[in-house]
Protein backbone atom coordinates (compact mmCIF):
# COMPACT_ATOMS: atom_id res chain seq x y z
CA UNK A 1 0.00 0.00 0.00
CA UNK A 2 2.88 2.51 0.89
CA UNK A 3 3.70 2.08 -3.16
CA UNK A 4 0.73 3.45 -4.26
CA UNK A 5 0.83 6.19 -1.77
CA UNK A 6 4.51 6.63 -2.53
CA UNK A 7 3.30 6.38 -6.14
CA UNK A 8 1.13 8.88 -6.07
CA UNK A 9 2.89 11.50 -4.25
CA UNK A 10 6.00 11.16 -7.17
CA UNK A 11 2.92 11.33 -9.95
CA UNK A 12 2.25 14.90 -8.39
CA UNK A 13 5.96 16.12 -7.65
CA UNK A 14 6.36 14.76 -11.35
CA UNK A 15 3.57 17.08 -12.86
CA UNK A 16 4.56 20.04 -10.49
CA UNK A 17 7.96 20.52 -11.71
CA UNK A 18 7.34 19.24 -15.33
CA UNK A 19 9.55 16.18 -15.66
CA UNK A 20 11.28 16.72 -19.05
CA UNK A 21 11.66 12.90 -19.11
CA UNK A 22 7.81 12.16 -18.22
CA UNK A 23 6.64 15.20 -20.60
CA UNK A 24 8.55 13.66 -23.64
CA UNK A 25 7.33 9.95 -22.90
CA UNK A 26 3.76 11.53 -22.52
CA UNK A 27 4.35 13.59 -25.82
CA UNK A 28 5.15 10.41 -27.84
CA UNK A 29 2.57 7.92 -25.90
CA UNK A 30 -0.32 10.79 -27.36
CA UNK A 31 1.54 11.40 -30.73
CA UNK A 32 1.98 7.29 -31.66
CA UNK A 33 -1.50 6.52 -30.59
CA UNK A 34 -3.50 9.02 -31.87
CA UNK A 35 -1.79 9.39 -35.38
CA UNK A 36 -2.91 5.80 -35.15
CA UNK A 37 -6.46 6.38 -33.90
CA UNK A 38 -6.52 9.22 -36.80
CA UNK A 39 -5.66 6.70 -39.52
CA UNK A 40 -7.67 4.12 -38.45
CA UNK A 41 -10.36 6.44 -38.29
CA UNK A 42 -10.48 7.62 -41.99
CA UNK A 43 -9.69 3.66 -43.34
CA UNK A 44 -11.91 1.84 -40.58
CA UNK A 45 -14.88 4.28 -41.18
CA UNK A 46 -14.71 4.05 -45.07
CA UNK A 47 -13.94 0.41 -44.65
CA UNK A 48 -16.90 -0.29 -42.60
CA UNK A 49 -19.13 2.28 -44.64
CA UNK A 50 -18.17 0.42 -47.82
CA UNK A 51 -19.09 -3.15 -46.14
CA UNK A 52 -22.40 -1.77 -44.35
CA UNK A 53 -24.15 -0.27 -47.03
CA UNK A 54 -22.99 -2.65 -50.29
CA UNK A 55 -23.22 -6.67 -51.20
CA UNK A 56 -20.95 -8.54 -52.69
CA UNK A 57 -20.05 -12.17 -52.55
CA UNK A 58 -17.44 -13.03 -49.32
CA UNK A 59 -18.76 -10.40 -47.54
CA UNK A 60 -20.22 -12.06 -44.74
CA UNK A 61 -16.48 -13.84 -44.71
CA UNK A 62 -14.72 -10.18 -44.30
CA UNK A 63 -17.06 -9.26 -41.64
CA UNK A 64 -16.22 -12.59 -39.98
CA UNK A 65 -12.23 -11.71 -40.23
CA UNK A 66 -13.03 -8.07 -38.78
CA UNK A 67 -15.00 -9.50 -35.91
CA UNK A 68 -11.91 -11.41 -35.40
CA UNK A 69 -9.64 -8.95 -35.82
CA UNK A 70 -11.51 -6.66 -32.82
CA UNK A 71 -10.28 -9.42 -30.44
CA UNK A 72 -6.97 -9.67 -32.22
CA UNK A 73 -4.19 -10.10 -29.93
CA UNK A 74 -1.55 -7.08 -29.83
CA UNK A 75 1.39 -9.54 -29.30
CA UNK A 76 0.52 -11.88 -32.44
CA UNK A 77 0.42 -8.44 -34.07
CA UNK A 78 3.72 -7.18 -33.07
CA UNK A 79 5.24 -9.96 -33.88
CA UNK A 80 4.27 -10.11 -37.35
CA UNK A 81 5.12 -6.38 -37.69
CA UNK A 82 8.44 -6.72 -36.62
CA UNK A 83 9.23 -9.58 -38.91
CA UNK A 84 7.96 -7.76 -42.09
CA UNK A 85 10.03 -4.96 -40.73
CA UNK A 86 13.07 -6.72 -40.19
CA UNK A 87 16.13 -5.75 -42.63
CA UNK A 88 15.54 -9.25 -43.73
CA UNK A 89 11.62 -9.29 -44.06
CA UNK A 90 9.58 -7.61 -46.94
CA UNK A 91 9.79 -4.12 -45.57
CA UNK A 92 13.17 -4.39 -44.36
CA UNK A 93 13.99 -1.48 -47.21
CA UNK A 94 12.09 0.63 -45.09
CA UNK A 95 14.35 0.99 -41.89
CA UNK A 96 11.67 2.22 -39.74
CA UNK A 97 11.52 -1.09 -37.33
CA UNK A 98 12.10 0.30 -33.51
CA UNK A 99 11.13 4.31 -34.77
CA UNK A 100 7.57 5.47 -33.48
CA UNK A 101 6.50 4.59 -37.41
CA UNK A 102 7.10 1.40 -36.97
CA UNK A 103 4.60 1.60 -34.08
CA UNK A 104 2.04 3.52 -35.56
CA UNK A 105 1.84 0.71 -38.11
CA UNK A 106 1.09 -1.55 -35.30
CA UNK A 107 -1.15 -0.03 -33.61
CA UNK A 108 -3.06 0.97 -37.09
CA UNK A 109 -3.79 -2.86 -37.25
CA UNK A 110 -4.73 -3.19 -33.99
CA UNK A 111 -7.25 -0.51 -33.77
CA UNK A 112 -8.66 -0.79 -37.49
CA UNK A 113 -11.14 -3.84 -36.93
CA UNK A 114 -12.50 -2.38 -34.13
CA UNK A 115 -13.30 1.08 -35.94
CA UNK A 116 -14.47 -1.09 -38.83
CA UNK A 117 -16.40 -3.02 -36.97
CA UNK A 118 -17.98 -0.14 -34.95
CA UNK A 119 -19.07 1.29 -38.10
CA UNK A 120 -20.39 -1.62 -40.00
CA UNK A 121 -22.37 -1.87 -36.54
CA UNK A 122 -23.38 1.53 -36.33
CA UNK A 123 -24.83 2.24 -40.28
CA UNK A 124 -26.30 -1.23 -39.88
CA UNK A 125 -28.00 -0.03 -37.03
CA UNK A 126 -30.04 3.07 -38.83
CA UNK A 127 -33.35 2.76 -39.80
CA UNK A 128 -33.78 1.53 -43.52
CA UNK A 129 -36.78 3.25 -44.00
CA UNK A 130 -34.12 6.80 -43.73
CA UNK A 131 -32.19 5.29 -47.11
CA UNK A 132 -35.36 4.79 -48.63
CA UNK A 133 -36.32 8.53 -47.66
CA UNK A 134 -33.27 10.04 -48.69
CA UNK A 135 -32.97 7.95 -51.95
CA UNK A 136 -36.59 9.56 -52.57
CA UNK A 137 -35.58 12.71 -51.62
CA UNK A 138 -33.04 13.31 -54.56
CA UNK A 139 -29.94 13.15 -52.17
CA UNK A 140 -26.60 11.58 -54.15
CA UNK A 141 -24.68 8.89 -53.16
CA UNK A 142 -22.16 10.81 -51.47
CA UNK A 143 -24.74 12.98 -49.50
CA UNK A 144 -26.26 9.83 -48.09
CA UNK A 145 -23.27 8.39 -46.61
CA UNK A 146 -22.44 11.52 -45.06
CA UNK A 147 -25.91 11.92 -43.50
CA UNK A 148 -25.62 8.13 -42.26
CA UNK A 149 -22.15 8.85 -40.86
CA UNK A 150 -23.83 11.92 -39.18
CA UNK A 151 -26.72 9.38 -37.97
CA UNK A 152 -24.47 7.40 -36.22
CA UNK A 153 -21.58 9.85 -35.17
CA UNK A 154 -22.62 8.48 -31.76
CA UNK A 155 -21.64 5.23 -31.64
CA UNK A 156 -18.56 6.72 -34.25
CA UNK A 157 -16.88 8.46 -31.34
CA UNK A 158 -17.28 5.10 -29.29
CA UNK A 159 -15.54 3.57 -31.54
CA UNK A 160 -12.73 6.74 -31.41
CA UNK A 161 -12.85 6.03 -27.83
CA UNK A 162 -12.22 2.09 -28.03
CA UNK A 163 -10.00 2.09 -30.36
CA UNK A 164 -7.44 4.83 -28.68
CA UNK A 165 -8.30 3.15 -25.86
CA UNK A 166 -7.01 -0.18 -27.04
CA UNK A 167 -3.47 1.43 -28.38
CA UNK A 168 -2.60 3.72 -25.56
CA UNK A 169 -2.83 1.11 -23.09
CA UNK A 170 -1.45 -1.55 -25.46
CA UNK A 171 2.20 -2.51 -24.10
CA UNK A 172 3.07 -5.90 -26.04
CA UNK A 173 3.18 -4.72 -29.82
CA UNK A 174 4.63 -1.57 -28.56
CA UNK A 175 8.07 -3.44 -27.02
CA UNK A 176 8.25 -5.61 -30.24
CA UNK A 177 8.04 -2.86 -32.44
CA UNK A 178 9.32 0.07 -30.71
CA UNK A 179 11.87 -1.69 -28.62
CA UNK A 180 11.68 0.96 -25.79
CA UNK A 181 14.24 3.22 -26.94
CA UNK A 182 14.63 6.34 -24.53
CA UNK A 183 13.81 9.18 -26.18
CA UNK A 184 12.33 7.97 -29.26
CA UNK A 185 10.03 5.05 -28.20
CA UNK A 186 9.65 4.48 -24.67
CA UNK A 187 5.82 5.46 -24.22
CA UNK A 188 4.10 5.27 -21.01
CA UNK A 189 3.12 1.38 -20.71
CA UNK A 190 7.06 0.20 -21.74
CA UNK A 191 8.59 2.68 -19.35
CA UNK A 192 5.67 1.04 -16.47
CA UNK A 193 6.76 -2.18 -17.64
CA UNK A 194 10.55 -1.73 -17.48
CA UNK A 195 10.24 0.76 -14.35
CA UNK A 196 8.76 -2.36 -12.55
CA UNK A 197 11.07 -4.67 -14.08
CA UNK A 198 13.86 -2.37 -12.35
CA UNK A 199 12.04 -2.45 -9.05
CA UNK A 200 11.13 1.19 -9.07
CA UNK A 201 7.71 0.44 -8.03
CA UNK A 202 7.14 3.96 -7.25
CA UNK A 203 7.83 5.65 -10.32
CA UNK A 204 6.12 2.46 -11.99
CA UNK A 205 2.61 3.31 -9.83
CA UNK A 206 3.59 7.16 -10.49
CA UNK A 207 3.58 6.95 -14.26
CA UNK A 208 0.86 4.31 -14.27
CA UNK A 209 -1.21 7.33 -12.70
CA UNK A 210 -0.13 9.81 -15.33
CA UNK A 211 -1.39 7.66 -17.94
CA UNK A 212 -4.68 7.38 -16.49
CA UNK A 213 -5.20 11.06 -16.33
CA UNK A 214 -3.98 11.14 -20.25
CA UNK A 215 -6.15 8.89 -20.97
CA UNK A 216 -9.35 10.24 -19.19
CA UNK A 217 -8.21 13.80 -20.52
CA UNK A 218 -8.26 12.70 -24.36
CA UNK A 219 -11.44 10.60 -23.50
CA UNK A 220 -13.28 13.79 -21.79
CA UNK A 221 -12.59 16.11 -24.97
CA UNK A 222 -14.12 12.86 -26.91
CA UNK A 223 -17.28 12.51 -24.88
CA UNK A 224 -17.75 16.45 -24.55
CA UNK A 225 -17.68 16.02 -28.58
CA UNK A 226 -20.07 13.08 -28.60
CA UNK A 227 -22.19 14.55 -26.27
CA UNK A 228 -22.70 17.96 -27.86
CA UNK A 229 -22.97 17.16 -31.17
CA UNK A 230 -26.53 14.76 -29.94
CA UNK A 231 -27.84 18.16 -28.48
CA UNK A 232 -28.39 19.75 -31.75
CA UNK B 1 -31.80 21.75 -48.39
CA UNK B 2 -31.61 19.29 -45.48
CA UNK B 3 -29.12 17.14 -47.16
CA UNK B 4 -26.82 19.93 -47.92
CA UNK B 5 -27.05 21.31 -44.53
CA UNK B 6 -26.26 18.17 -42.89
CA UNK B 7 -23.35 17.78 -44.91
CA UNK B 8 -21.47 20.97 -44.62
CA UNK B 9 -21.92 21.17 -40.56
CA UNK B 10 -20.68 17.32 -40.87
CA UNK B 11 -16.94 17.94 -40.92
CA UNK B 12 -16.42 15.15 -38.29
CA UNK B 13 -14.80 17.35 -35.01
CA UNK B 14 -13.48 14.48 -33.60
CA UNK B 15 -11.44 13.47 -36.66
CA UNK B 16 -10.03 17.35 -37.04
CA UNK B 17 -9.21 17.58 -32.78
CA UNK B 18 -7.36 13.95 -33.47
CA UNK B 19 -5.60 14.42 -36.58
CA UNK B 20 -4.13 18.23 -35.36
CA UNK B 21 -3.39 16.32 -31.97
CA UNK B 22 -1.58 13.78 -32.83
CA UNK B 23 0.69 15.81 -35.24
CA UNK B 24 1.02 18.40 -32.65
CA UNK B 25 2.50 15.86 -30.02
CA UNK B 26 4.65 14.38 -32.88
CA UNK B 27 5.97 17.72 -33.45
CA UNK B 28 6.77 18.87 -29.81
CA UNK B 29 8.18 15.35 -29.45
CA UNK B 30 10.60 16.05 -31.66
CA UNK B 31 11.14 19.26 -30.73
CA UNK B 32 12.18 17.88 -27.22
CA UNK B 33 14.75 15.66 -29.44
CA UNK B 34 16.75 18.26 -30.24
CA UNK B 35 18.20 19.44 -27.40
CA UNK B 36 20.38 16.38 -27.25
CA UNK B 37 21.56 16.91 -31.36
CA UNK B 38 22.69 20.27 -30.74
CA UNK B 39 24.96 19.46 -27.89
CA UNK B 40 26.57 16.59 -30.25
CA UNK B 41 27.04 18.99 -32.98
CA UNK B 42 28.89 21.36 -30.94
CA UNK B 43 31.94 18.46 -30.52
CA UNK B 44 34.78 17.94 -33.10
CA UNK B 45 33.64 14.26 -35.21
CA UNK B 46 32.41 14.04 -38.84
CA UNK B 47 28.61 12.92 -38.62
CA UNK B 48 28.58 9.10 -39.44
CA UNK B 49 27.38 8.00 -42.86
CA UNK B 50 24.91 5.68 -40.95
CA UNK B 51 24.41 7.18 -37.83
CA UNK B 52 21.73 4.28 -36.39
CA UNK B 53 23.25 1.09 -34.68
CA UNK B 54 21.01 -1.99 -33.08
CA UNK B 55 21.93 -3.00 -29.79
CA UNK B 56 21.08 -6.72 -29.53
CA UNK B 57 21.68 -6.86 -25.38
CA UNK B 58 20.78 -8.78 -22.07
CA UNK B 59 18.35 -7.21 -19.85
CA UNK B 60 20.96 -6.66 -17.40
CA UNK B 61 22.89 -3.76 -19.03
CA UNK B 62 19.27 -2.03 -19.67
CA UNK B 63 17.74 -2.79 -16.09
CA UNK B 64 20.43 -1.53 -13.88
CA UNK B 65 20.35 2.04 -16.16
CA UNK B 66 23.82 1.35 -17.34
CA UNK B 67 22.97 1.89 -20.88
CA UNK B 68 20.95 4.76 -20.08
CA UNK B 69 24.07 6.53 -18.44
CA UNK B 70 26.40 5.59 -21.33
CA UNK B 71 24.45 5.61 -24.57
CA UNK B 72 24.44 9.57 -24.39
CA UNK B 73 27.80 9.88 -23.93
CA UNK B 74 28.60 7.65 -27.06
CA UNK B 75 26.03 9.85 -28.54
CA UNK B 76 27.84 12.89 -27.65
CA UNK B 77 31.37 11.66 -28.69
CA UNK B 78 30.62 9.72 -32.47
CA UNK B 79 27.06 11.46 -33.23
CA UNK B 80 25.94 7.33 -33.34
CA UNK B 81 22.50 6.87 -32.25
CA UNK B 82 22.03 3.01 -30.30
CA UNK B 83 19.11 1.69 -30.35
CA UNK B 84 19.55 -1.00 -27.56
CA UNK B 85 16.71 -4.14 -28.00
CA UNK B 86 17.00 -5.07 -24.08
CA UNK B 87 16.07 -9.28 -24.68
CA UNK B 88 17.27 -12.14 -23.12
CA UNK B 89 21.14 -13.43 -23.96
CA UNK B 90 19.52 -16.23 -26.34
CA UNK B 91 17.00 -13.56 -27.69
CA UNK B 92 19.62 -11.02 -28.36
CA UNK B 93 22.07 -14.05 -29.61
CA UNK B 94 19.46 -15.18 -32.46
CA UNK B 95 19.08 -11.18 -33.42
CA UNK B 96 22.54 -11.36 -34.46
CA UNK B 97 22.23 -14.48 -36.09
CA UNK B 98 19.83 -13.00 -38.49
CA UNK B 99 21.56 -9.72 -39.40
CA UNK B 100 18.95 -8.04 -37.57
CA UNK B 101 21.23 -6.50 -35.07
CA UNK B 102 24.77 -4.32 -35.61
CA UNK B 103 26.09 -5.27 -32.36
CA UNK B 104 25.18 -7.85 -28.97
CA UNK B 105 26.17 -7.57 -25.40
CA UNK B 106 25.51 -10.56 -24.47
CA UNK B 107 27.05 -12.70 -20.74
CA UNK B 108 26.67 -15.88 -22.17
CA UNK B 109 30.04 -17.66 -23.19
CA UNK B 110 28.20 -20.84 -25.12
CA UNK B 111 25.97 -18.75 -27.28
CA UNK B 112 28.86 -15.98 -27.86
CA UNK B 113 31.33 -18.97 -28.80
CA UNK B 114 28.10 -20.49 -30.87
CA UNK B 115 28.02 -17.31 -32.50
CA UNK B 116 31.45 -16.99 -33.16
CA UNK B 117 31.65 -20.63 -35.15
CA UNK B 118 28.67 -19.96 -37.31
CA UNK B 119 30.06 -16.68 -38.45
CA UNK B 120 27.70 -14.59 -37.50
CA UNK B 121 29.79 -13.28 -34.49
CA UNK B 122 32.88 -11.64 -34.75
CA UNK B 123 35.60 -10.03 -32.87
CA UNK B 124 34.33 -10.95 -29.30
CA UNK B 125 35.61 -8.20 -27.02
CA UNK B 126 35.68 -8.65 -23.23
CA UNK B 127 33.96 -5.90 -21.42
CA UNK B 128 32.99 -6.22 -17.99
CA UNK B 129 32.02 -8.97 -15.06
CA UNK B 130 29.91 -9.33 -12.53
CA UNK B 131 28.98 -12.12 -10.65
CA UNK B 132 26.13 -14.67 -9.68
CA UNK B 133 24.73 -15.25 -6.13
CA UNK B 134 22.07 -17.43 -4.61
CA UNK B 135 19.64 -15.97 -2.94
CA UNK B 136 17.15 -17.09 -0.83
CA UNK B 137 14.95 -16.77 2.42
CA UNK B 138 17.18 -15.30 5.23
CA UNK B 139 16.14 -18.63 7.47
CA UNK B 140 17.25 -20.71 4.57
CA UNK B 141 15.23 -24.13 5.19
CA UNK B 142 17.83 -26.04 3.06
CA UNK B 143 20.89 -24.75 5.36
CA UNK B 144 22.86 -23.38 2.50
CA UNK B 145 24.30 -20.20 4.05
CA UNK B 146 27.82 -19.74 3.23
CA UNK B 147 28.43 -22.80 0.97
CA UNK B 148 31.70 -22.19 -1.37
CA UNK B 149 30.43 -24.92 -3.97
CA UNK B 150 27.46 -23.90 -5.72
CA UNK B 151 27.41 -27.09 -7.27
CA UNK B 152 26.77 -28.89 -3.70
CA UNK B 153 24.49 -26.09 -2.55
CA UNK B 154 22.02 -26.98 -5.52
CA UNK B 155 22.72 -30.60 -4.43
CA UNK B 156 21.48 -29.72 -1.28
CA UNK B 157 18.40 -27.71 -2.40
CA UNK B 158 17.14 -30.33 -4.98
CA UNK B 159 17.72 -32.81 -1.54
CA UNK B 160 15.64 -30.81 0.50
CA UNK B 161 12.79 -29.73 -2.11
CA UNK B 162 12.85 -25.89 -1.61
CA UNK B 163 11.11 -23.91 -4.17
CA UNK B 164 14.05 -23.00 -6.55
CA UNK B 165 12.44 -19.83 -9.19
CA UNK B 166 14.55 -19.77 -12.45
CA UNK B 167 14.04 -17.68 -15.16
CA UNK B 168 14.05 -19.78 -18.16
CA UNK B 169 14.14 -17.64 -20.62
CA UNK B 170 17.16 -18.75 -22.54
CA UNK B 171 18.82 -15.82 -20.72
CA UNK B 172 22.61 -15.73 -19.97
CA UNK B 173 21.63 -16.46 -16.08
CA UNK B 174 19.32 -19.50 -17.20
CA UNK B 175 22.70 -21.09 -18.90
CA UNK B 176 25.22 -20.38 -16.08
CA UNK B 177 21.97 -22.44 -13.52
CA UNK B 178 21.74 -25.46 -16.18
CA UNK B 179 25.41 -25.57 -15.70
CA UNK B 180 25.72 -25.70 -11.95
CA UNK B 181 22.61 -28.46 -12.61
CA UNK B 182 24.22 -30.07 -14.76
CA UNK B 183 27.41 -30.37 -12.36
CA UNK B 184 25.51 -31.69 -9.72
CA UNK B 185 23.91 -34.20 -11.83
CA UNK B 186 20.35 -32.95 -11.42
CA UNK B 187 17.90 -32.61 -13.74
CA UNK B 188 15.36 -30.19 -11.83
CA UNK B 189 12.82 -29.56 -14.73
CA UNK B 190 9.50 -31.28 -14.11
CA UNK B 191 10.49 -31.24 -10.78
CA UNK B 192 7.43 -29.96 -8.35
CA UNK B 193 9.50 -27.50 -6.58
CA UNK B 194 11.06 -25.46 -9.51
CA UNK B 195 8.72 -22.99 -10.54
CA UNK B 196 9.60 -21.12 -14.27
CA UNK B 197 8.68 -17.41 -14.00
CA UNK B 198 9.18 -16.98 -17.50
CA UNK B 199 10.20 -13.31 -16.88
CA UNK B 200 13.13 -10.90 -16.58
CA UNK B 201 15.72 -11.27 -13.78
CA UNK B 202 14.23 -8.13 -11.22
CA UNK B 203 10.50 -9.88 -11.63
CA UNK B 204 12.07 -13.66 -11.08
CA UNK B 205 13.61 -12.48 -7.56
CA UNK B 206 10.27 -10.57 -6.67
CA UNK B 207 8.28 -14.23 -7.18
CA UNK B 208 11.13 -15.98 -5.56
CA UNK B 209 10.80 -13.78 -2.18
CA UNK B 210 6.97 -13.70 -2.42
CA UNK B 211 7.57 -17.43 -2.14
CA UNK B 212 10.05 -17.59 0.18
CA UNK B 213 12.14 -19.11 -2.57
CA UNK B 214 15.62 -19.20 -3.78
CA UNK B 215 16.78 -18.21 -7.20
CA UNK B 216 19.88 -17.94 -8.93
CA UNK B 217 20.66 -14.03 -9.85
CA UNK B 218 23.11 -11.63 -10.69
CA UNK B 219 24.45 -9.56 -8.55
CA UNK B 220 23.89 -6.10 -10.01
CA UNK B 221 20.13 -7.11 -10.49
CA UNK B 222 19.60 -8.55 -7.11
CA UNK B 223 21.39 -5.33 -5.11
CA UNK B 224 19.35 -2.84 -7.31
CA UNK B 225 16.26 -4.85 -5.98
CA UNK B 226 17.46 -5.10 -2.66
CA UNK B 227 15.08 -2.72 -0.87
CA UNK B 228 11.90 -5.09 -2.02
CA UNK B 229 13.46 -8.61 -1.29
CA UNK B 230 12.87 -10.76 1.53
CA UNK B 231 16.07 -12.86 0.24
CA UNK B 232 19.21 -13.09 1.32
CA UNK B 233 22.81 -13.58 -0.80
CA UNK B 234 23.45 -16.91 0.60
CA UNK B 235 25.79 -18.49 -1.69
CA UNK B 236 28.41 -16.31 -3.56
CA UNK B 237 32.21 -16.55 -4.63
CA UNK B 238 32.10 -19.56 -6.50
CA UNK B 239 34.48 -18.35 -9.50
CA UNK B 240 34.25 -21.70 -10.99
CA UNK B 241 30.50 -21.34 -11.98
CA UNK B 242 29.16 -18.42 -10.93
CA UNK B 243 31.36 -15.78 -12.74
CA UNK B 244 28.58 -13.86 -15.24
CA UNK B 245 31.29 -12.26 -17.78
CA UNK B 246 30.19 -9.74 -20.44
CA UNK B 247 31.73 -9.84 -24.03
CA UNK B 248 30.13 -7.36 -27.18
CA UNK B 249 30.48 -9.13 -30.61
CA UNK B 250 29.96 -7.37 -33.76
CA UNK B 251 27.32 -8.58 -36.48
CA UNK B 252 29.47 -9.76 -39.04
CA UNK B 253 29.28 -7.91 -42.24
CA UNK B 254 30.74 -10.12 -44.56
CA UNK B 255 27.96 -12.35 -44.09
CA UNK B 256 25.41 -9.39 -43.51
CA UNK B 257 25.79 -6.89 -45.96
CA UNK B 258 22.91 -4.74 -44.30
CA UNK B 259 24.86 -4.40 -41.11
CA UNK B 260 25.84 -0.91 -39.75
CA UNK B 261 29.64 -2.42 -38.91
CA UNK B 262 31.03 0.76 -39.07
CA UNK B 263 29.10 1.88 -35.67
CA UNK B 264 29.76 -1.63 -34.13
CA UNK B 265 32.94 -1.16 -34.56
CA UNK B 266 32.76 2.18 -32.93
CA UNK B 267 30.47 1.38 -30.17
CA UNK B 268 32.96 -1.68 -28.90
CA UNK B 269 35.93 0.83 -29.45
CA UNK B 270 33.87 3.03 -26.93
CA UNK B 271 32.92 0.29 -24.75
CA UNK B 272 36.88 -0.36 -24.17
CA UNK B 273 38.04 3.28 -24.05
CA UNK B 274 40.03 3.75 -20.64
CA UNK B 275 36.88 6.74 -20.16
CA UNK B 276 33.82 4.17 -20.00
CA UNK B 277 35.74 1.34 -18.23
CA UNK B 278 36.39 4.00 -15.89
CA UNK B 279 32.94 5.17 -15.61
CA UNK B 280 31.81 1.34 -15.51
CA UNK B 281 34.06 0.66 -12.55
CA UNK B 282 31.71 3.52 -10.24
CA UNK B 283 28.63 2.75 -11.74
CA UNK B 284 26.25 2.50 -8.89
CA UNK B 285 28.68 2.87 -6.31
CA UNK B 286 26.42 5.87 -5.25
CA UNK B 287 23.53 4.01 -4.79
CA UNK B 288 24.32 0.76 -3.72
CA UNK B 289 27.65 1.08 -2.01
CA UNK B 290 29.32 -1.08 -4.51
CA UNK B 291 30.16 -1.17 -8.22
CA UNK B 292 27.48 -3.06 -10.29
CA UNK B 293 29.74 -4.55 -12.54
CA UNK B 294 33.68 -4.53 -12.61
CA UNK B 295 35.64 -3.41 -16.20
CA UNK B 296 37.85 -6.31 -17.91
CA UNK B 297 38.80 -4.40 -21.35
CA UNK B 298 42.36 -5.51 -22.25
CA UNK B 299 42.02 -8.60 -19.77
CA UNK B 300 42.61 -12.25 -20.99
CA UNK B 301 39.32 -14.27 -20.05
CA UNK B 302 41.42 -16.62 -17.50
CA UNK B 303 43.11 -13.28 -15.82
CA UNK B 304 38.90 -12.45 -15.16
CA UNK B 305 38.67 -16.20 -14.54
CA UNK B 306 36.11 -17.34 -16.95
Known sequence: ?232 | MRVRRGIKALLPKALAVLLSAGIAASVIGCGAKPAAETTATTSTFTPPANPEVILATTTSTADTGLLDAILPMFKAKTGYDVKPIAVGSGAAKAMGDRGEADVMLLHAKDYELDSVNSGSGINRTLIMHNDFVVAGPPDDPAGIKGMASSVEAFKKLAAAKVTVITRAMNSGTDLAESKIWAAAAIDPVGQSWYIQSGQGMGASLLVASEKGAYCLTDRGTYLKNQANLTLDILVQGDTAYMLNVYHALEVNPAKWPKVNNAGAKAFIEFLVSPEIQQFISTFGVDRYGQPLFFPDAGKSEAEVGG
Open chain 1, 1 to 232: MDIIINGIVQAFQLLIHGDRGVLEVALLSLGISLSATAISLITGVTLGTVLALTRFTGRRFLISLVNTGMGAPPVVVGLMVTIFLWRSGPLGLLHILYTPAAMVIAQVLISLPLIVGFTLAAIQNIDPKLRMQMVALGASRVQMVWLLLREARLPLLAAVMAGFGAIISEVGASTMVGGNILHQTRVFTTAIVQETGRGEFGLAVALSILLMVLVYVVNLVLTFAQQRSKLR
